[in-house]
Structure formats: structure tokens, C-alpha cells
């Protein structure tokens, strides 16, 4: 069973950046693609991007293509989100979930372990 812990979220201004960090704890880390979901007040959790376990294939939702970039570090079995030109509708708690399976894939029902989030507000 993995234990999957998210930090970096804050507050930015528009236009800004954070680096968004999931520690993850257990022995199938490296076998298994990682994915970033966010939740919006009032929302339902969407898809924001995933990796596959040795990194080589990512995936991005349309929202966040260009401004977001998803990596992995196998041998520290942590996987980082870097978000750049930070927009108002990004504003979410970000949750970082471990798949099942080891390619990547955008659907919700693939991931098995999540984290607690870390919640990213940008102003206007």
C-alpha cells in the first residue's frame, strides 16, 4: 500500500509558478504511472496530467498544455508538477494519485492511491 504526501501549493499572483511535490512511500513507486488531479470548489476532480513509471510517456489535459510540466524522480520515488503562467481558473486543491497500472492514462478508475492535496489558489 503506498502513503502519498503533496506539498508546494500556496497562493501566486496570475501569470506566476509553483512546483508542486508528491513524495510517495512503499516499494511499487517506480512501476507505476503517477497522475495530477485537481478539484475546484464546488466541482467534480479532473484529470490534469499523468507519467507513465519510467517517465517516458506523459499525458496533459487541453487546460494546462504548454503551462504545466509533469516529471518523476524514480530514485527518490517523488514526482513534481511545475506550473507555469498560473491563471485564476487554476485555483484547485491539486491531489497526486498513484495508478495501477504502469502506462499512462487519464482515467480516474485507473488510480488506486491518493494523497490529502494541497490546495493552489492564483489571484487575479
Known amino acids: 500500500q503506498a502513503q502519498l504526501v503533496e506539498s508546494g501549493g500556496g497562493l501566486v499572483q496570475a501569470g506566476g509558478s509553483l512546483r508542486l511535490s508528491c513524495a510517495a512511500s512503499g516499494r511499487t513507486f517506480s512501476s507505476k504511472a503517477m497522475g495530477w488531479f485537481r478539484q475546484a470548489p464546488g466541482k467534480e476532480r479532473e484529470f490534469v496530467v499523468d507519467i507513465s513509471s519510467l517517465g517516458g510517456s506523459t499525458y496533459y489535459a487541453d487546460s494546462v498544455k504548454g503551462r504545466f510540466t509533469i516529471s518523476r524522480d524514480n530514485a527518490k520515488n517523488t514526482v513534481y508538477l511545475q506550473m507555469n503562467s498560473l491563471k485564476p481558473e487554476d485555483t484547485a486543491v491539486y491531489y497526486c494519485?498513484?495508478?495501477?497500472?504502469?502506462?499512462?492514462?487519464?482515467?480516474?478508475?485507473?488510480?488506486?492511491?491518493w494523497g490529502q492535496g494541497t490546495p493552489v489558489t492564483v489571484s487575479s
Open positions: 494519485a498513484q495508478s495501477k497500472v504502469s502506462w499512462a492514462t487519464h482515467r480516474r478508475i485507473d488510480y488506486i492511491y
